[in-house]
DNA sequence: AAGTGGTCTAGACCACGTA
DNA sequence: ACGTGGTCTAGACCACTTG
C-alpha cells in the first residue's frame, strides 16, 4: 500500500488521504458503485488511526465523491438518474416539482468542433466533435431545445445506431459505456430570443423570451467532458436555484 | 450552562450542540461578528469533550453560519460586502469578473401587499410592505431593474428619509439596522420580455428578452424576510451557477 | 456473530495570532 | 507565554446490515 509523508512540512495527513483516494478514482482504479475498502482497513494499510481516515472520507462525502451506508460501508459515488435529475437538473414547474424530460434526438452528427468549442472542450483547433440535436418534452410539452457537443474521442461510437437513439440521461450512458463520471458543471444562463428554428421546435414565436443554459461538464479531475447548451421555455417552469 | 440530554435515545450530543449554537444566533444573545467561546471553554461548559464540540462548529461552518480563524477564535458569520457579493449574486461579465453594481432608488412606498407577496412573505393579508424601485449599473450601463418588497415591519422606517437614499448592499444594512442577517435564499429564473417600463428604464427595446430572478431571502430559522425580483440584461452579463 | 460506519472520549502536539 | 483553532491518536461503545 502506498506510503504517506509523515514529516511535518508535508501537507496533513488527511489531505494526502484525500488526493490518494481521488486518484484511485480519477484513474478507474475503483469504478462508481464500488464498495471501497473500511476505515479501520484504510488506517491499518496507510499506518494512521481510523480518526483522519475518517476525516479524509467525510470531507469527500461532502463533495458527493463517495456515499457512506451505515452497516455497508463506504463507497464510490454513482451518478443515477435520482442524483442526475438531483444534481443538475434545475427545471421544475410553478409548484416545484422536478419531472424527468423525456428527450428525442433531431439530429447527430460529427464534425470539426468551432472555435467555442474547441474552447469550452479544450480540445485542439479542429479537432473533431459530435454533436447533438434534442428536443426535450415535459407532460408531453416540448419545453427544451438543446445541443449537446462532447469530443468524437471516444464518443463518436455513439453514432453507430443511425437513428442515433439516446437515453433521456446521457450522463448515466457516459459513466457506464465510458467509464466517465461527471462530477461538476459550470452553468451560465441568460435570456434570449427564440430563432425561427427554436421557435418550430419548441411550437413559440419567433423572438419569444427563453433561458439559455450553458453548461460545461466536468470529470472528478476537472477534465471538460461536455458542452451542452439548453434553451428552456419558461412558461410554465423556472429554474430553481437555492443559496446556502 | 444549558444541559445536554445524553440518554442513548436522544439524539446525539453534536447535533444539540448545533441547535444550540443556532438558537444562540437566531435570538440574538450571539451577534454577527461576535467571537463565541472557544471549543475548550464550550466543552467544560457542556460537559462533553473538545473533539464533539468541534464536530458541531464544524458542521456550522460548512454552513457558513460561522467561521474559524485559527489563532484567534470562532466568529459568528459577518455577512459583509464580500460575502454578500459571493454568495448571492451570480451576475458576471462574460470573462467571469464580478462588478459590484452601484444603485439608484427610483421609487420607495408603503402599500398593502399583493397576494403574491403575502404569500411569499408568509404575511397576513392586506399586511404593509415596503416595495422599492431601483435600477442597478454595472460598469456604468444600467442592467437591472429591481423590486424589493419588504414587511413594513420592521421595515418601515427606512422610508423616513424621503430621497429613500439606500446603500447598494442592502443585507448588510439589515443586518446593521435591525439585526436581522440573511443566510440563504430560493431563486427562480425565468425569461421574460421587457415590458416598456423595464425598456425605459434600462435603455433597450421593449420586448427584449430579460433574465428575471425571483429571489425569497431567509434568516436563520427560514423566516422570508425579503421578496425581490431582479429583471436583468444578459447582453453583456451572464448568470453563473456551478455545480458541485 | 462479525463487520461496517456513527458517536464520543481524553489526551497529545502543532500552527497561528496576540500581548 | 498563552490561548486559539488544526491535526492526530488509541480506544470505547452504539446502530445498522449481512451471513
Chains 1, 2 share one sequence.
Not at 509523515?6 to 484513474?27: D, F, G, H, T
Not at 419567433?206 to 471538460?224: F, K, M, N, S
Request: glycine share 2%.
Amino acid at each position: 500500500m502506498e506510503m504517506l509523508t509523515k514529516n511535518k512540512a508535508a501537507a496533513p495527513l488527511y489531505m494526502q488521504i484525500i488526493e490518494l483516494l481521488v486518484s484511485k478514482i480519477s484513474s478507474g482504479e475503483w469504478l462508481p458503485g464500488d464498495l471501497i475498502p473500511s476505515e479501520v482497513k484504510l488506517a491499518e494499510d496507510l499506518d494512521v488511526s481510523q480518526g483522519t481516515v475518517r476525516t479524509a472520507i467525510t470531507e469527500l462525502v461532502e463533495n458527493n465523491v463517495l456515499v457512506r451506508k451505515q452497516g455497508k460501508g463506504t463507497f464510490v459515488s454513482n451518478h443515477d438518474t435520482d442524483r442526475a435529475l438531483f444534481h443538475f437538473f434545475h427545471l421544475t414547474d410553478n409548484n416545484g416539482n422536478k419531472l424527468p424530460p423525456d428527450s428525442q434526438v433531431l439530429k447527430c452528427r460529427e464534425k470539426k468542433a468551432t472555435r467555442n468549442e474547441a474552447s469550452k472542450l479544450q480540445l485542439p483547433k479542429d479537432a473533431k466533435v459530435l454533436r447533438i440535436d434534442r428536443v426535450r418534452h415535459i407532460m408531453a410539452v416540448p419545453t427544451i431545445a438543446e445541443t449537446i457537443t462532447l469530443p468524437a474521442n471516444p464518443f463518436s461510437e455513439l453514432t453507430r445506431n443511425k437513428d442515433c437513439s439516446l437515453p433521456n440521461m446521457l450522463y448515466e450512458l457516459y459513466e457506464k459505456q465510458f467509464s466517465i463520471t461527471i462530477h461538476s458543471a459550470e452553468e451560465k444562463l441568460r435570456a434570449v430570443a427564440a430563432t425561427k428554428h427554436d421557435a418550430k421546435i419548441l411550437n413559440l414565436e419567433p423572438g419569444t423570451p427563453l433561458l439559455e443554459i450553458e453548461r460545461i461538464a466536468l470529470t472528478l479531475d476537472r477534465t471538460p467532458i461536455e458542452l451542452r447548451i439548453s434553451r428552456c421555455s419558461t412558461k410554465n417552469h423556472h429554474y430553481q436555484n437555492n443559496l446556502i
